[in-house]
């Protein structure tokens, strides 16, 4: 990678219509570039990176319900 930003930033922008994750430039080119280093696009590796965390916390609700409602 060519770029080492020394900082990131991202940030929540609420609407009436949603709630959007901003990438500001050299943040996204940043993604990007390590996207690339992986033979993947940015955009596909965020997408895995949120399907990963909500399936960690769908599993960790799964084994904290059974732990405290037994399991079966």
Do not use: Y
């Amino acid at each position: 990678m060519n770029m080492q930003p020394s900082k990131l930033s991202l940030e929540w922008i609420e609407s009436p219509d949603g709630i959007a994750l901003f990438f500001e430039k050299r943040t996204w080119k940043f993604f990007q570039e390590v996207a690339n280093g992986e033979e993947q696009s940015a955009k596909h590796m965020i997408t895995r990176a949120v399907v990963g965390c909500l399936g960690s916390i769908r599993e960790d609700n799964m084994v904290l319900n059974q732990i405290l409602h037994g399991s079966g």
